[in-house]
C-alpha cells in the first residue's frame, strides 16, 4: 500500500537564485538551487547531505515557505505551496516545521519555557486560557523535559535541553513535516545519540516526516531511509541510505564518505 | 626528552554570584612532549575550555586558579607576570579558536590582521614584518596569498578564515598551539582539511599541540595521546591508538558506542543508540565520590564513596576507575 501512496512532499525542478554584489561591485546571479527535484513518502525520513554551500540549507528554507523559490513547485499533501499566497501559507506553515542548529538563537532568551512553548499556539489562536499550562506540559513530557522547567529562562537549560525544548516547540502545532537544519550539529556526542532516539521514537509513534538536513553522514545512515546527496545546488545522487552509502556512483558521494571522520569501525568497543 | 609543558595538579573554580564556586578543573596533571600532538576530548562542562585559557592565564574574572604549576619552557605559567604573559602569548603560545567568524575583526583585512600580530611582538621596520607575513601566509595559501590578504573576512570561506587564524598563531613562531575545537564550525571536509595542516605544521615547524575537541572521531588518525576529561577531572590519559579503539574507562566506552556507525541503516537497525543517559550539563556534579557516577553504567560500591586515584595500566596509559583498582 506504501508505495501507492501519494507522498507527502515532493519537489519538482525547484530553482532558487540570489542577486549578489560580487568585489567589483557589479551585481551578480548565485544559483543556490539549480533544479532540484525528490519526494519523501509520509512517516520516513529523508537525508540531504553535502558540503557548506550545496543548497542544503537553502532547500529547507523554501519548502518552510520561508523563502521563495524562483520557478519549480513544492508539492506538500497534494497542493504546491510555492505559489500560494501569503495568506494561503498561514494554514500551511504550521504544518511544516523547521528546528535549527543551535538552539541557544533560536530562543528567545528573555521568555521562560512556557511562553516559548505556546507562542505557535497563541499566534495560532488555538489555546484557551486553561488549556495553556496543561499542554506546556504535555509537550515538554513528550520530549522527556520535566514540568519543572516550565518557568526556567533558555540560559539555564543544557544544549541537550535547550534542543529538547526547540523540538517541544516545534510539536506543539502537531506538524505533518519536520525539517531538522543541522539540528544536532551543535550538541556533544552522547546528547546527539539522545536526541537522535527521541526523533526516532516520535516518529515512530505520530507518524511524522522528517528531512534531515546535515553534513554528518553517520548520524544520516542511522537516520533516514533515503539520502539525497547534493552539490552546488543539484542533487547528484539519491536513493535508499544503504545503497548509496555502500555502493556510491557519484564522486562527490565517494568525496564525502572518505572525508568523514570516524572512529575505525574494526577498532569500535565491542557491544556488550 | 624535556616535555615542553608540564602540568601539575590543576585546580580552577568559578565563582557564581549565589553559592559555593564551581570546580571547573580538579588535580589535572599532564606533560606534553616536543611535536607531539595531545587531543583533549570532553563534552560540555568538561572542563576543556577552561584548561586552555586557564594555561595562558585568559580566564574570565570569575575564574581562580587555585593550585598547581604549569611549567613551560623553564617558566610557572601560573606564577608568570603580566608582563611575562604578554611575551608568551601569541609568541611562544597560541590559541586558535573556535569560530573563526567570531575571532577574526569584521572590518579589517585579513592582511592586516595577520600583521598586527606580528607587530605586538617584534620591533622590526615594517617593510621586514610584511615579508614575513608573506612568509607565513603563503605557508597557508599557497596559492592566492595577495587575493586572501586583501579580503575582508566575511568575502572567505569558513576554512579560509580558519587558515587565517592559523596564520595569526603561528605568525611569530611558537613551540606551542592550543587550538579549542578549531573545526566544529565547519563541514567534514574542510575539518579534514584543517586537520593536514596542523599535522603538516607540526611536522615542519616542530609544534606541540593542545587539540581540543568534542568529537573523539577527529583525533583518530591525528592526535598522538588522548586526554578524556570528565567533570573537571582526567578519566583516562594515553597513547590515541589504544583509547580510540579500547577505551577503559567507563565514560570513554558509552560515548564511543554512542556514535552511529557510518554503515548503519535504519531499515536494518532502526534500534535506538545506546546512550550515556543524564546530562553533565544540568544536573550537579555529586559532591563525594567518582563524578561519572550518576551517569555510569558500571558504578559500584566504591564509587559514591570515594574519588577514584590513577591506575597506570602502562607506562604511558593510565586511567581513573576503581573497575582497574583506583
Redesign the interface.
Known amino acids: 500500500m506504501a508505495t501507492n501512496m501519494e507522498p507527502i512532499l515532493r519537489v519538482e525542478k525547484l530553482v532558487k537564485k540570489y542577486q549578489r554584489k560580487n568585489?567589483a561591485g557589479s551585481s551578480e546571479e548565485l544559483v543556490a538551487l539549480g533544479g532540484v527535484s525528490f519526494a519523501v513518502a509520509q512517516g520516513t525520513?529523508l537525508a540531504v547531505v553535502g558540503?557548506?554551500?550545496s543548497g542544503k540549507s537553502t532547500l529547507g528554507f523554501c519548502i518552510s515557505c520561508l523563502e521563495n523559490p524562483t520557478t519549480g513547485s513544492i508539492w506538500f499533501e497534494g497542493r504546491d505551496i510555492a505559489v500560494l499566497t501569503e495568506n494561503e501559507r498561514r494554514h500551511i506553515r504550521p504544518q511544516i516545521q523547521l528546528i535549527f542548529q543551535d538552539p541557544s538563537n533560536s530562543l528567545n532568551p528573555r521568555w521562560r519555557v512556557q511562553e516559548i512553548l505556546l507562542e505557535p499556539l497563541i499566534l495560532q489562536g488555538k489555546l484557551t486560557r486553561e488549556e495553556m499550562k496543561p499542554r506546556a506540559v504535555a509537550l515538554l513530557a513528550q520530549v522527556g523535559l520535566s514540568s519543572d522547567m516550565l518557568q526556567r529562562s533558555p540560559a539555564k537549560?543544557?544544549?541537550?535541553?535547550r534542543q529538547r525544548l526547540a523540538i517541544a516547540r516545534a510539536l506543539a502545532l502537531e506538524p505533518k513535516l519536520l525539517i531538522l537544519d543541522e539540528a544536532l550539529s551543535a550538541l556533544?556526542?552522547?546528547?546527539?545519540?539522545?536526541i537522535?532516539?527521541l526523533l526516532?521514537?516520535l516518529q515512530r509513534k505520530l507518524g511524522m516526516t522528517y528531512l534531515f538536513i546535515t553534513?554528518?553522514?553517520?548520524?544520516a545512515?542511522?537516520?533516514?531511509?533515503e539520502i539525497a546527496v547534493m552539490y552546488r545546488g543539484r542533487i547528484m545522487e539519491q536513493g535508499?541510505?544503504?545503497k548509496v552509502?555502500?555502493c556510491p556512483t557519484e564522486e562527490i558521494t565517494k568525496?564525502?564518505?572518505a572525508?568523514?571522520?570516524?572512529?575505525?569501525?574494526a577498532?569500535?568497543?565491542p557491544?556488550d | 626528552m624535556v616535555p615542553i609543558l608540564e602540568v601539575q595538579d590543576l585546580h580552577v573554580s568559578y565563582n557564581s554570584s549565589g553559592g559555593a564556586p564551581y570546580s571547573a578543573l580538579a588535580g589535572v596533571s599532564f606533560q606534553l612532549m616536543p611535536k607531539e600532538i595531545l587531543g583533549v576530548l570532553g563534552?560540555?562542562?568538561s572542563g576543556k575550555s577552561t584548561l586552555a585559557t586557564s594555561l595562558l592565564r585568559l580566564l574570565p574574572s570569575n575564574g581562580n586558579i587555585s593550585s598547581g604549576t604549569a611549567f613551560f619552557e623553564g617558566k610557572d605559567l601560573l606564577q608568570a607576570s603580566v608582563g611575562e604573559l604578554e611575551q608568551i602569548r601569541g609568541k611562544r603560545i597560541s590559541l586558535v579558536y573556535q569560530e573563526p567568524s567570531v575571532a577574526l575583526h569584521p572590518t579589517i583585512r585579513a592582511g592586516r590582521q595577520v600583521l598586527h600580530v606580528l607587530a605586538a611582538h617584534e620591533s622590526e621596520r615594517k617593510s621586514t614584518l610584511v615579508r614575513k607575513r608573506r612568509q607565513v601566509l603563503s605557508s597557508l595559501f599557497p596559492e592566492d596569498v595577495d587575493r586572501i590578504s586583501n579580503s575582508y573576512p566575511h568575502?572567505l570561506?569558513?576554512g579560509q578564515r580558519q587558515r587565517v587564524l592559523i596564520a595569526q598563531a603561528i605568525a611569530c613562531g611558537p613551540s606551542l598551539l592550543i587550538a579549542d575545537e578549531p573545526t566544529s564550525s565547519?563541514?567534514?571536509?574542510?575539518?579534514?582539511e584543517i586537520l593536514d595542516v596542523f599535522r603538516t605544521l607540526r611536522d615542519e615547524l616542530g609544534l606541540a599541540m593542545i587539540f581540543i575537541t568534542?568529537?573523539?572521531?577527529?583525533l583518530?588518525g591525528f592526535a598522538d595521546r588522548v586526554l578524556v576529561l570528565y567533570g573537571g577531572r582526567i578519566a583516562e590519559l594515553g597513547p590515541a591508538g589504544t583509547i580510540?579503539?579500547?577505551?577503559r574507562h567507563p565514560y570513554a566506552?558509552?560515548?564511543?558506542?554512542?556514535?552511529?556507525?557510518?554503515?548503519?541503516?535504519?531499515?536494518?537497525?532502526?534500534k535506538?543508540?545506546?546512550?550515556?543517559t543524564g546530562?553533565s550539563?544540568?544536573a550537579p556534579l555529586p559532591r563525594q565520590g567518582c563524578v561519572f557516577e550518576p551517569r555510569c553504567p558500571e558504578r559500584m560500591e566504591d564509587c559514591r564513596k570515594r574519588e577514584p586515584a590513577a591506575v597506570n595500566l602502562s607506562e604511558s596509559h593510565t586511567v581513573f576507575c576503581f573497575k582497574y583498582g583506583g
Open positions: 568585489s525520513t558540503e557548506s554551500g537549560l543544557s544544549g541537550g535541553q556533544d556526542c552522547s546528547i546527539q545519540a539522545q537522535a532516539n526516532m521514537e553534513h554528518d553522514l553517520a548520524m545512515a542511522h537516520l533516514a531511509d535508499p541510505t544503504r552509502l555502500r568525496n564525502l564518505l572525508a568523514m571522520p570516524s572512529l575505525d569501525r577498532a569500535r568497543p557491544l | 563534552e560540555s562542562g568575502q570561506s569558513g565547519l563541514d567534514p571536509a574542510t575539518q579534514m568534542h568529537n573523539p572521531a577527529l583518530a580510540l579503539s579500547l577505551p566506552k558509552a560515548l564511543f558506542q554512542s556514535m552511529p556507525a557510518i554503515s548503519g541503516d535504519k531499515t536494518n537497525n532502526g535506538k543508540l545506546p546512550v550515556i546530562d550539563s544540568s
